[in-house]
């Protein structure tokens, strides 16, 4: 399919599709034309893409370790969803220990304010 459908089946802008090819995320076919060429496979690896960016994982770990790698490297696939599974958890344990830093920061803001608030009264 081309891009304008491609887009369409995946909730992905054109634009998008364009960084997702720049960036190493999805290899679209190319027709005899040089148009892009997306395959369901290839749609479906964008609705994946969208979601963890969505997710706030950042393009770089979508890169290196997405399974089923774009780039038509040679990998066991047990081992990518392995490690891609362990860093997609190390990520989430940093934001989790970020939340719990600014929890504490609001906490206190409140308590700042709370106190603040009864000694304009």
Do not use: H, W
Not at 40 to 49: F, K, L, N, P, Q
């Amino acid at each position: 399919m081309k891009i304008g459908e491609a887009a369409r089946a995946s909730g992905a802008s054109a634009r998008s599709l364009r960084f997702y090819e720049d960036e190493g995320l999805i290899v679209p076919g190319r027709c005899s034309n040089g148009y892009r060429d997306y395959c369901r496979t290839t749609v479906d690896r964008v609705i994946a893409v969208r979601s963890l960016l969505e997710s706030g994982l950042p393009v770089r770990m979508i890169r290196e370790l997405l399974p089923e790698r774009a780039d038509g490297r040679e990998a066991a696939a047990d081992q990518l969803r392995s490690d891609f599974l362990d860093e997609v958890q190390a990520y989430r344990d940093r934001l989790a220990a970020r939340i719990t830093v600014l929890d504490t920061q609001k906490s206190a803001l409140d308590a700042f304010l709370d106190e603040a608030g009864r000694a304009r009264r």
